[in-house]
């Protein structure tokens, strides 16, 4: 494992660009260092590296390398594990997923970490695996992390008109008197996200709940 992370390494080292490191730092507040690289230069020279890996069949080994990626200092490293996570096909998920996706979630988090694994590999693992998945979420939403409550109200965003709106207003009921900035946009993101496909059901939700603020901005948005 050790010498595939050095064969990236390599790969990166001549796109280090220290003033636009910096730059890509200021904008995600400090959290996390960069090596500088534009996200269209870093997929295209990340691609062979990542193509290499899809043929690992033991979970594992794939989830090794997600460990291994997400342990590096750079940021850069943490988008390679996400990018490589996201293209797994379905026969490569198990309801096991659940722990290691909780500690993914839980480790570097960021919106730009958690928003792209849990709109995108948790919420296909949770069509996949409906009973676990719903365990998942009973104890994520009682965690202290509001990473992990953000995961479970944003893990629908791409279900369309089959967002099962039932939980996800049990969930809004929840956390809607949570000031944190990051719970009241995923609430609203939620919300703004199912308006597109059942807008009715968003205001009946809006009515029956006292949800303001940034949430409620974020959820009319495409309401008349």
């Known amino acids: 494992m050790n010498e595939a992370i050095q064969q990236l390494e390599e790969l990166f080292k001549p796109f280090r660009n220290p003033k636009r490191a910096q ?17 269209e230069i ?11 890996l899809k043929s690992l069949e033991d979970r594992t080994i794939r989830w090794s390398v997600i460990r291994a990626l997400w342990s590096k200092e750079e940021r850069d490293y943490h988008y390679v594990a996400i990018d490589y996570l996201n293209s797994w096909p379905k026969k490569y998920y198990s309801e096991a997923d659940a722990g290691e996706l909780e500690w993914m979630l839980g480790q570097n988090s960021w919106w730009d970490s958690v928003d792209a694994i849990a709109s ?74 199912l308006s597109k496909y059942n807008p009715d059901e968003v205001i009946r939700i809006l009515g029956d709940n006292p949800i303001k603020g940034l949430a409620l901005r974020e959820a009319s948005k495409y309401l008349d």
């Not at 996390?32 to 690289?37: A, K, P, Q």
């Not at 870093?42 to 290499?52: G, H, L, M, N, P």
């Not at 009973?138 to 479970?152: A, P, T």
């Open 42 to 52: 870093r997929r295209t020279t990340q691609k062979a590296w990542v193509d290499s």
């Open 23 to 39: 730059t890509a730092r200021a904008y995600m507040k400090d959290h996390f260092s960069f090596i500088g690289m534009r996200t």
């Open 120 to 193: 995108n590999y948790l919420g296909k693992w949770a069509l996949l695996y409906p009973e676990k998945a719903r365990e998942t979420f009973e104890k994520w939403r009682y965690d202290e992390s509001f990473w992990l409550h953000r995961s479970c109200l944003i893990y629908q965003l791409k279900y369309k008109d089959e967002v099962d709106t039932i939980y996800l207003e049990d969930l809004i009921r929840q956390m809607n008197n949570n000031k944190e900035f990051f719970i009241q946009k995923a609430i609203g993101w939620s919300l703004r996200q």
